[in-house]
């Protein structure tokens, strides 16, 4: 005869929904060291709370409080945070810095273009003038493609 031995179980979060802190920060307009800092004012757990391996999560009532304390109104949208897996497509502006895993693409049409800077693998595979589609990456952008020989694709 056997008896069924139970396996303990992991803890489970009692918060398991809420926003992530890069996220709030994209949403925010300010850098993750800022709301990293801001939140060692608000309560773990009520306000925010750890998620699964390093992420911090905000609470519905956390988010308030924290747009509270910044001056905002409790009805303001956040900037909706552009989504990773669509890439954008831009034009290499400049890619002869000194550091070569940077090079300046210009984003959007040509009355309203933003130059941006790209992490890349290697910029001197990448021309002025070619097309590329680059990604954003937290703060920043990277490129989405990399080409196989230099100009080309």
């Given at each position: 005869?056997?008896?069924?031995?139970?396996?303990?179980?992991?803890?489970?979060?009692?918060?398991?929904?809420?926003?992530?802190?890069?996220?709030?920060?994209?949403?925010?307009?300010?850098?993750?060291?800022?709301?990293?800092?801001?939140?060692?004012?608000?309560?773990?757990?009520?306000?925010?709370?750890?998620?699964?391996?390093?992420?911090?999560?905000?609470?519905?009532?956390?988010?308030?409080?924290?747009?509270?304390?910044?001056?905002?109104?409790?009805?303001?949208?956040?900037?909706?945070?552009?989504?990773?897996?669509?890439?954008?497509?831009?034009?290499v502006?400049?890619?002869?810095?000194?550091?070569?895993?940077?090079?300046s693409?210009?984003?959007?049409?040509?009355?309203?273009?933003?130059?941006?800077?790209?992490?890349?693998?290697?910029?001197?595979?990448?021309l002025?003038?070619?097309?590329?589609?680059?990604?954003?990456?937290?703060?920043?952008?990277?490129?989405?493609?990399?080409?196989?020989?230099?100009?080309?694709?």
């Amino acid at each position: 005869m056997t008896t069924a031995v139970e396996s303990p179980q992991a803890p489970v979060s009692p918060v398991s929904s809420g926003t992530s802190e890069s996220l709030l920060a994209v949403q925010l307009g300010l850098a993750p060291a800022e709301v990293r800092a801001r939140r060692s004012a608000f309560i773990e757990g009520e306000d925010w709370h750890r998620g699964p391996g390093r992420t911090v999560v905000w609470t519905e009532a956390g988010v308030a409080r924290l747009k509270e304390r910044m001056g905002l109104c409790q009805d303001t949208v956040l900037a909706a945070a552009p989504d990773p897996a669509v890439p954008v497509a831009g034009e290499v502006v400049r890619s002869n810095f000194r550091n070569r895993r940077l090079i300046s693409v210009a984003l959007g049409g040509d009355r309203n273009r933003e130059l941006v800077l790209v992490l890349v693998r290697d910029a001197g595979m990448y021309l002025h003038g070619q097309s590329l589609e680059v990604r954003p990456n937290g703060s920043g952008w990277m490129e989405a493609r990399r080409p196989r020989r230099r100009g080309l694709f």
